[in-house]
């Protein structure tokens, strides 16, 4: 069975940083890119980031450029978001999601439950 | 960036209607669509990938349709548990952009 499980989120001030985890089973987390999506309360959901299954190719949404960072470790079957420099409308659940499907056609099939991060003074 | 637009932004429907939601990109994507569903508290859940290609395990009654800028999602007969938000997501480059929403209330 696929499992997602995001870890890290909390309350952290403005200017602060995070680590949010995700940890993969049940499929060769290696063979597959990986996303960020995040939720703001009452909101939408919002693309942040993805990472090619060997890391060779990542991606950020413009809003969080130059402030979060997207890893993995494929020998821990581990997916990592650093963020940095935040801010209040950086509050958010932040899901970690599959990502199968070649190309144009890829797809998010499976979804972590969620981590919150709160951020304010 | 490619901005995804549905419409309605909320409905209100009967168990057993049919029902339609639409969204509308901003430039042509093919058919570089995809659907989820979300419930409260609950991470999204694919429906619906390449415009019109049914996720495994997800009942008949829901539907897609579209290609170029326009696309829809059609649930054939509403059931309880399919009052939700859903969301369409293009595929064609990133930002992989949502759209804004489409929450199902009961009428």
């Known amino acids: 069975e696929v499992q997602l499980v995001e870890s890290g989120g909390g309350l952290v001030k403005p200017g602060g940083s995070l680590r949010l985890s995700c940890a993969a089973s049940?499929?060769?987390?290696?063979?597959?890119?990986m996303n960020w999506v995040r939720q703001a309360p009452g909101k939408g959901l919002e693309w942040v980031s993805s990472?090619?299954?060997?890391?060779?190719?990542?991606y950020y949404a413009d809003s969080v450029k130059g402030r979060f960072t997207i890893s993995r470790d494929n020998a821990k079957n581990s997916l990592y978001l650093q963020l940095n420099s935040l801010r209040a409308e950086d509050t958010a659940v932040f899901y970690c999601a599959r990502e199968v499907g070649s190309g144009n056609y890829s797809r998010a099939d499976y979804w972590g439950q969620g981590t919150l991060v709160t951020v304010s003074s | 960036d490619i901005q995804m637009t549905q419409s309605p932004s909320s409905l209100s429907a009967s168990v057993g209607d049919r029902v339609t939601i639409t969204c509308r990109a901003s430039q042509s994507i093919s058919t570089y669509l995809n659907w989820f569903q979300q419930k409260p508290g609950k991470a999204p859940k694919l429906l619906i990938y390449a415009a019109s290609n049914l996720q495994s395990g997800v009942p008949s009654r829901f539907s897609g349709s579209g290609s170029g800028t326009d696309f829809t999602l059609t649930i054939s007969s509403l059931q309880p548990e399919d009052f939700a938000t859903y969301y369409c997501q293009q595929s064609y480059n990133t930002p992989r952009t949502f759209g804004q929403g489409t929450k199902v209330e009961i009428k």
């Open positions: 049940g499929f060769t987390f290696s063979l597959f890119t």
């Open positions: 990472i090619s299954s060997s890391s060779t190719y990542i």
